[in-house]
């Protein structure tokens, strides 16, 4: 059961990171374009993304993480830890 919940958990944050991602790098094209078209326009397509895109991006990228981190306690994942690993544990 908690295998299989850790399974789902973690399969919905690599989707739900991968979207926040690649949002993220939607807009690289118009703040290119935006900085060769210049003037109010250029500002505008970019005050745009920034006041109206990046905080869904930003907000879907915490919640992915608020998402790997219940999957990580309820598959006992120790992401962060000082013991050593062995090779056969490492697998």
Do not use: H
């Not at 690289?28 to 920034?50: R, W």
């Not at 907000?59 to 990580?72: D, E, K, P, R, W």
């Amino acid at each position: 059961m908690r295998e299989k919940l850790f399974q789902k958990l973690n399969k919905i944050y690599g989707i739900v990171m991968s979207i926040a991602f690649f949002g993220g790098i939607v807009p690289l094209p118009f703040f290119l374009a935006a900085l060769v078209i210049g003037g109010s326009v250029g500002e505008n397509m970019t005050v745009f993304f920034y006041k109206q895109f990046y905080p869904w991006v930003i907000a879907l990228a915490s919640i992915a993480v608020l998402i790997g981190t219940v999957a990580m306690y309820v598959g006992k994942v120790e992401g962060l830890s000082v013991k050593k690993v062995t090779a056969e544990e490492d697998k």
